[in-house]
């Protein structure tokens, strides 16, 4: 008798095998290490430290000079959150180059190999509100640092220089959410502030007592500005009053003339449970 294959058998033993294979290597594949790219975001410190060495800017050694003294021109970062107001911050870390001929502005293709430097280090460049901040200034950021790459043309004396100064993002951010707290507590007053086009902030402290200043600029389609006065003790905040630093239109918004206080910060600053703090302070409240 002529043996006869079963072939429906075999087929579904060779389907069953096929299937315990792709269990077995989906299995496997949760617990075998895969290659990927690891995206290292460098912190201030690595960055500057990694853009000063030889050779790691195409060119920039060559026709450049580092500077060894501090950081002059555009010291302060401006950066711009998404949707909001400009905030001031000073950098942590930062660098210059001086052209080296000083008949020209700085190199085109130099400015471009920096930026491929910061793009190949996992930075993005920022798109930003030219109203908002200076043309000069570029802003790259990635997870944990913002950057601000600045070209200064060459002026009388001086030649064109190339800075790169940068600060932990984290510190960006803790200042955005210190003024958004304190612009809470100002709430729906006049003038409305909105979302005007910068905002920088002065805090003082001594033992349990804090004075926090925010000066708010361009508010508005007459953009106008003010300085906002915040106290606190032992942690617990008040708004006291505020500063008419300009306006187009003095005295529409809140009955103020230009450098003018408001009563209520008049009043506030002789509150005796501030004691001495506020009146020691009162050149810094007023401005000057």
Request: charged letters at 20%; a positive charge; proline letters at 3%.
């Amino acid at each position: 008798m002529k043996y006869k294959p079963n072939y429906k058998l075999i087929i579904g033993l060779v389907l069953i095998v096929i299937a315990f294979g792709a269990i077995t290597v989906l299995v496997l594949s949760k617990f075998i290490p895969q290659d990927k790219a690891t995206v290292i975001n460098l912190g201030p410190a690595e960055i500057v430290k990694q853009y000063k060495t030889t050779g790691a800017v195409s060119g920039l050694s060559d026709r450049y000079d580092k500077m060894d003294q501090a950081l002059t021109g555009m010291s302060v970062i401006a950066y711009t959150s998404d949707d909001s107001y400009t905030i001031y911050g000073t950098p942590t870390d930062f660098v210059q180059f001086e052209q080296k001929d000083k008949a020209t502005a700085n190199s085109t293709s130099i400015k471009s190999a920096v930026e491929t430097f910061l793009i190949t280090n996992s930075f993005k460049k920022k798109l930003t509100n030219p109203n908002k901040e200076s043309t000069l200034a570029t802003i790259f950021e990635n997870n944990q640092t913002v950057c601000q790459l600045v070209d200064l043309p060459p002026f009388k004396e001086t030649n064109a220089v190339l800075s790169l100064s940068c600060i932990k993002k984290s510190t960006l951010d803790d200042k955005y959410s210190e003024i958004n707290k304190l612009l809470a507590l100002y709430g729906d007053r006049k003038p409305s502030i909105g979302i005007p086009d910068n905002i920088s902030i002065n805090t003082i402290k001594d033992d349990n007592k804090i004075l926090s200043i925010i000066n708010i600029y361009g508010i508005g389609s007459k953009k106008s500005a003010v300085a906002l006065v915040f106290a606190a003790i032992s942690g617990k905040w008040e708004y006291l009053g505020q500063r008419v630093l300009s306006s187009s239109t003095p005295g529409v918004d809140n009955g103020l003339v230009n450098g003018a206080m408001s009563d209520d910060l008049k009043t506030s600053i002789k509150d005796t449970k501030y004691g001495e703090f506020l009146k020691r302070r009162i050149h810094i409240i007023q401005g000057y």
